[in-house]
């Protein structure tokens, strides 16, 4: 099979290889051709960009001792009086241990509760490196940001969420604070199909003096895509 020239099946193996669901010999054929293919590492470097970030959307959760009582059951693994049942019984349950580890996961995210973000931004520095991401509820009117990566903030600076629309001035969303994290009601100008990008810039603390833009360095910057 060749993929030269086949742009969207290109796109598909690059997307399905960053999720880690292309396996095996159609995993290894598809590293083969990134060795001699420059352009296709490009695009798997930006579905990487796309999509690894999409971790910070799922919180974690304990499961309940109710829960735990329930896999118990499921799975058979009650335990024995005898060592031979003992030794037996381990070995089963190592053998459905990555079953019981998946069935945890499956049913603790089930469980999930709080803000549905339906829009992420991840925004990108000069070297298109993840440095901030920023998620959006629509439909509860919140906006949260926070740091996954990039230069420190000095003590006396700040950073400022801008959203960048096609025409007139930029919009401030709000300032992070001094960890770098910030939640926000979602302004009405901070979504929609004017807004060109999200932008980070650096300015002193409490924000840009100038409300009609930034007056620092703009640090990050990226577009809205739909995550539900």
Same mark, same amino acid.
């Given at each position: 099979m060749k993929i030269r020239g086949n742009d969207a099946l290109r796109d598909k193996l690059a997307a399905e290889y960053v999720l880690g669901t292309l396996r095996g010999g159609a995993r290894r054929r598809f590293e083969g051709?990134?060795?001699?293919?420059?352009?296709?590492?490009?695009?798997? $470097?930006?579905?990487?960009?796309?999509?690894? #970030?999409m971790h910070e959307l799922v919180r974690t959760a304990e499961p309940s001792p109710q829960l735990w009582?329930?896999?118990?059951?499921?799975?058979?693994? $009650? #335990?024995?009086?005898?060592?031979?049942?003992?030794?037996?019984?381990?070995?089963?349950?190592? *053998?459905? *241990? *990555?079953?019981?580890?998946?069935?945890?996961?499956?049913?603790?995210?089930?469980?999930l509760r709080g803000p549905s973000y339906d829009l992420v931004a991840t925004l990108t520095d000069q070297q298109a490196q993840p440095a901030l991401l920023v998620k959006a509820d629509t439909s509860k009117r919140l906006l949260q940001a926070h740091i996954v990566g990039g230069a420190p903030v000095p003590v006396d600076r700040a950073l400022q969420l801008w959203a960048i629309p096609k025409k007139g001035s930029p919009r401030s969303l709000g300032v992070l604070g001094s960890d770098g994290r910030a939640t926000f009601a979602l302004a009405p100008g901070a979504v929609g199909d004017d807004v060109v990008m999200l932008a980070i810039s650096l300015e002193p603390r409490g924000g840009s003096p100038d409300p009609n833009g930034p007056t620092g360095p703009v640090l990050y910057k990226g577009p809205w895509v739909r995550a539900m």
């Open positions: 051709w990134m060795y001699t293919d420059a352009a296709l590492r490009m695009l798997v $470097k930006e579905w990487e960009r796309r999509l690894l #970030p009582r329930n896999i118990e059951m499921r799975l058979h693994l $009650k #335990p024995e009086r005898s060592s031979w049942h003992f030794w037996r019984g381990f070995g089963l349950g190592t *053998a459905s *241990a *990555a079953v019981a580890a998946a069935l945890v996961v499956t049913i603790s995210l089930q469980q």
